[in-house]
C-alpha cells in the first residue's frame, strides 16, 4: 500500500514539472525571447569585431542568435577607425532585440573596428608632386607636408588609390596646396586640403652600414640617398670615386653624408712600425731599415729614423711598409 502511494506521488511530480516547463517554454516564445541552454547555445557578447561593410548587424556582436544575426543595429566607424559600444547601449539593443542577455558589469563593451587599407605618406606625395609637375614643378624634387602625421585610408575592400584636385603652387617659395582624395574618382570619398614645400634635392653616396677607421672603403659598403640641397655642406662628398679606395680617418656612420677630411688614402705606413728606406741616385740604389714617427698613406711625406744611424730622415711612402729618399740634388732641383 505504501509503495503504491509513493508511486502515486513521483508520477503527479513529474506531471507538475512538466506543466511548469511547458508554461515556461511559451511565456519565451510570447516574448520573442532566445532561450540560454537551447541547441545553440547561450547568447555571448563578442569582444571585438573588424568589418569590411558599412552595417554592424546583430551576429557581429552577439554569438547564438540565431535568425536574428542579420539584424541591422549600427554604422561601422570610419576606415581607420574604431568604435566602442558600451554596456548600457548593448544592454539596450539586446532588450530592443528580445535577447537574453544582461551585462556582467558596466565594463562589458565590443571594439567595433573598419577593416582598412592604409596610404603612405610616399604614395601621396608621388601623387602632388606629379599634380604639381603640370604646373612646371620639377619632378625630382621632394615634397614636405605641413601635416607630419599625414596618413589616409580607405576601405578594405576599396582600391588604394589618391587623387589630386585643385592643386596650386607658387613657384618663387615652392608652397603648394592641394585637395586630395582616396579612393580617387569616388564621389562620397572623404577630400582633404593639405599644404607644404618642395625642396631642391640631390642624391649623395653615403655609408651602407657602419665603416671602421682603417677599413678600405669597397662599392658594396656604398648606398646612395637623397638629400635637400640646402642641408649639404660644401665639403660633403657627392661621387663614388672620390669615396672608394678611401679610409675613413675615423668610423663612418650608416647613412650620414661624409666630409673630404673625414677620409683619406689607406694607410700603408703605421706609426712605429719597420719599414724598408729605398735612396735611389744614378747608378746606384741603397737600401736601409727604418723605424716611421708617423702614420703614411701613399704619396705621403713622414718622417723616418734609421735604426742603425739613429739619424731622422724624410722620405715619401710608396707602398705598404715601404718609403723612398730623394736624393739631396733632385731635392734642390724642387726647390
Known amino acids: ?22 508554461a515556461d517554454q511559451d511565456t519565451g516564445r510570447q516574448a520573442g525571447i532566445i532561450q540560454s541552454g537551447s541547441e545553440q547555445g547561450p547568447v555571448t557578447l563578442r569582444d571585438s569585431v573588424r568589418l569590411d561593410g558599412k552595417i554592424v548587424y546583430l551576429g557581429d556582436l552577439f554569438a547564438n542568435v540565431g535568425d536574428k544575426s542579420g539584424i541591422a543595429v549600427a554604422y561601422t566607424p570610419e ?36 577593416a582598412s587599407t592604409v596610404i603612405s605618406r610616399e604614395q601621396i606625395a608621388e601623387e602632388v608632386l606629379t599634380a604639381l609637375s603640370d604646373q612646371g614643378a620639377d619632378p625630382d624634387m621632394e615634397v614636405d607636408f605641413s601635416n607630419r602625421m599625414l596618413r589616409l585610408y580607405v576601405a578594405g575592400d576599396a582600391i ?40 631642391q634635392v640631390s642624391e649623395i653616396p653615403v655609408p651602407a652600414h657602419r665603416v671602421l677607421g682603417g677599413d678600405v672603403i669597397r662599392k658594396q659598403d656604398l648606398k646612395w640617398i637623397k638629400v635637400r640641397v640646402k642641408r649639404l655642406q660644401n665639403d660633403v662628398i657627392m661621387t663614388e670615386q672620390d669615396l672608394i679606395g678611401k679610409s675613413p680617418v675615423r668610423g663612418l656612420r650608416e647613412g650620414q653624408p661624409v666630409r673630404v677630411s673625414a677620409v683619406r688614402n689607406p694607410v700603408l705606413v703605421k706609426k712605429g712600425s719597420l719599414v724598408t728606406i729605398l735612396l735611389m741616385a744614378p747608378k746606384m740604389t741603397l737600401t736601409a731599415q727604418g723605424k716611421a714617427l708617423s702614420d703614411g698613406s701613399e704619396g705621403d711625406v ?34
Open 302 to 335: 713622414i718622417q723616418v729614423k734609421n735604426t742603425r744611424s739613429k739619424i731622422v730622415v724624410e722620405a715619401e711612402v710608396t707602398g705598404s711598409g715601404r718609403v723612398a729618399v730623394r736624393p739631396a740634388a733632385e731635392i734642390a732641383m724642387t726647390r
Open 79 to 114: 576606415p581607420g577607425q574604431r568604435s566602442v559600444l558600451d554596456a548600457r547601449w548593448l544592454a539596450r539593443v539586446a532588450r530592443s532585440n528580445r535577447l537574453d542577455w544582461r551585462p556582467l558589469s558596466r565594463f562589458d563593451r565590443v571594439i567595433v573596428e573598419r
Open 1 to 22: 500500500m505504501l509503495r503504491n502511494l509513493l508511486l502515486i506521488s513521483l508520477a503527479f511530480l513529474a506531471i507538475a514539472s512538466s506543466g511548469y516547463a511547458q
Open 160 to 199: 588604394a588609390s589618391v587623387g589630386v584636385e585643385d592643386a596650386i603652387l607658387d613657384p618663387r617659395s615652392n608652397r603648394f596646396s592641394a585637395i586630395i582624395v582616396a579612393p580617387a574618382g569616388d564621389p562620397a570619398a572623404k577630400r582633404m586640403r593639405v599644404t607644404g614645400q618642395l625642396h
